[in-house]
């Protein structure tokens, strides 16, 4: 994924998000016409964004991409993965096992964590 803060934008890094959204079948799907405008346009006429308005217009452009490009175990490991962690870890913890304060920072559990949350029956 594409850092939070940015510091300059290259007209390949802007191309290879539209190619990966365009091979997922999002490009047409999560952006308005509008905002495919811009970006074909900044493709077309910039080999590095200087302007502060057009950074930032990009840059939520290619967060927006990027979220609905995420898949939904990805997403839910970012939303609530992370807190499942860490309550099973301080249980852990208080039952005494030391090794428990890593869990924490393991995405395998993590990831393990969440695809047992969302394969439980409501």
Request: proline share 2%.
């Amino acid at each position: 994924m594409l850092s939070e803060k940015r510091t300059l934008l290259i007209r390949s890094e802007i191309i290879k998000v539209k190619t990966r959204s365009l091979r997922r079948g999002i490009w047409f799907r999560a952006l308005t016409k509008v905002e495919r405008a811009c970006v074909d346009l900044a493709i077309k006429v910039v080999e590095r964004v200087r302007s502060r308005l057009l950074q930032k217009v990009l840059d939520s452009i290619i967060k927006k991409l990027e979220e609905a490009m995420e898949s939904q175990v990805q997403r839910l490991m970012r939303e609530m993965g992370g807190s499942l962690a860490s309550k099973v870890s301080q249980i852990a913890l208080e039952w005494g096992n030391k090794s428990a304060i890593h869990w924490v920072t393991d995405s395998g559990f993590i990831q393990y964590l969440t695809i047992t949350y969302m394969n439980t029956p409501p």
